[in-house]
């Protein structure tokens, strides 16, 4: 079975779509560690009341991000970790970190990758005026949000949308697409040539 650790630094919303499809039999996959740099992450809470283990690393207490990332790696290879799932984390992981894990690290990106990577994608979008968007879900490597693409779903833009009511659509479709990608993983369905993420029938 796929043994999978979180990344999280927010509430977790994503983290519970991947509970969920675990608990409903439709993900075949153990959510080992939920680690977050984030003492107050909802989370971590998360975690607790499905019994997963949750872990608060503080990034003030090591030297280096390089130090830091150190850290993180030793708990996940103490837990045996397969796949590393970055739900809401917001830090840009190190070269060192990309490379121990390389093609094991997923992500997931409130746009329509490559457009609008970064920060704010939601008002991005709506600034540009695109009729358009959606989320994607991606391989991470060492650039901001630039990955070998895994899934995409596309959100219709309404004239009079905003940013938060665009945001609660777009997270509607990451609950559906990042377990998938998980699942396709797990059955050894995705093949990285170059840029593509080719899916195997």
Do not use: W
Request: glycine share 8%; hydrophobic share 40%.
């Amino acid at each position: 079975m796929l043994k999978i650790a979180v990344l999280a630094s927010g509430r977790g919303s994503n983290l519970q779509s991947i509970i969920n499809s675990i608990e409903k039999a439709s993900l075949s996959a153990e959510i080992r560690i939920v680690v977050s740099d984030n003492k107050d992450a909802g989370a971590l809470d998360k975690a607790r009341k499905h019994n997963i283990a949750a872990r608060f690393i503080d990034p003030a207490s090591y030297g280096s991000k390089s130090n830091y990332e150190k850290a993180i790696i030793k708990v996940f290879e103490e837990k045996g970790i397969d796949l590393v799932v970055m739900a809401g984390f917001m830090r840009i992981l190190g070269k060192d970190f990309i490379e121990y894990y390389q093609g094991r690290i997923m992500n997931i990106h409130p746009s329509l990758l490559p457009s609008f990577p970064g920060l704010h994608a939601q008002r991005q979008a709506l600034e540009y005026g695109v009729k358009y968007t959606g989320c994607t879900v991606h391989f991470a490597d060492q650039g901001m949000d630039t990955g070998p693409i895994i899934l995409q779903a596309v959100v219709p833009i309404k004239d009079n949308d905003t940013e938060e009511s665009l945001a609660s659509r777009i997270l509607g479709k990451e609950h559906v697409i990042y377990p998938e990608a998980i699942r396709l993983y797990s059955e050894n369905k995705l093949q990285v040539k170059g840029r593509k993420v080719i899916i195997k029938e």
